[in-house]
């Protein structure tokens, strides 16, 4: 069992930056890998940004360029520094960890971007 507490959503203009956190109540060492997701108004969830075990990375090619995704394994937290943001931006945005084949996920936390 993992249990993921996100913080650092809020209101923001577009073309500002804001650092979402996921806290995990486990050392980050023993999951497979910790993603961020994202959902706006109307749509379906979506996959944002991953780092692996390992320390590897991918992004959607919505966000490559503006976000970075960073862990600190002595605090057990994965970052989401999130840069230049756009107005489609705006969404609850979700920390998943998948530890043991199981996903486990965040309560969330909203992102809006409007001037």
């Known amino acids: 069992q993992v249990q993921l507490v996100e913080s650092g959503g809020g209101l923001v203009q577009p073309g500002g930056s804001l650092r979402l956190s996921c806290a995990a109540s486990k050392s980050i060492f023993s999951i497979d890998t910790m993603d961020w997701y994202r959902q706006a108004p109307g749509k379906e969830r979506e996959f944002v940004a991953r780092i692996t075990r390992d320390g590897n990375t991918n992004y959607a090619n919505s966000v490559k360029g503006r976000f970075a995704i960073s862990r600190d394994n002595t605090k057990n937290t994965v970052d989401l520094q999130m840069n230049n943001l756009k107005p489609e931006d705006t969404a609850v945005y979700y920390c998943?960890?998948?530890?043991?084949?199981?996903?486990?996920w965040g309560q969330g936390t909203q992102v809006t971007v409007a001037s």
């Open positions: 998943r960890a998948r530890f043991n084949l199981v996903n486990f």
